[in-house]
């Protein structure tokens, strides 16, 4: 990317935060630590989003067992949950195509 003049933009996405999440919290601590030095070091922006989807925002799943109820989805949110990604991420875009 930077042998082309390829802006990047890095961005940790949103991660559920109204429930106990399924990573090890020193863990996750430690990848976002880590992208945000990579990022750093390579001239890339580092946006940190993870907490911008509120969690009546986000989705449910099927149990992986049959007839098992729903289940919490760390992946997945609803609409207005994308529409706060694209308002964090669109001063970023813009910038990197000036």
């Not at 961005?11 to 990573?23: K, N, S």
């Not at 289940?71 to 000036?98: R, S």
């Amino acid at each position: 990317a930077q042998r082309d003049h390829v802006r990047v933009i890095v961005y940790i996405p949103p991660l559920r935060q109204d429930v106990t999440p399924p990573y090890n919290p020193a863990d996750y601590a430690r990848f976002k630590a880590d992208t945000k030095t990579l990022a750093t070091r390579y001239g890339a922006v580092w946006v940190d989003i993870d907490a911008i989807v509120p969690g009546p925002l986000w989705g449910m799943k099927e149990s992986p067992v049959t007839g098992g109820a729903l289940e919490l989805d760390f992946m997945h949110f609803q609409e207005p949950g994308h529409i706060a990604v694209e308002a964090a991420l669109q001063p970023h875009i813009e910038a990197a195509l000036q």
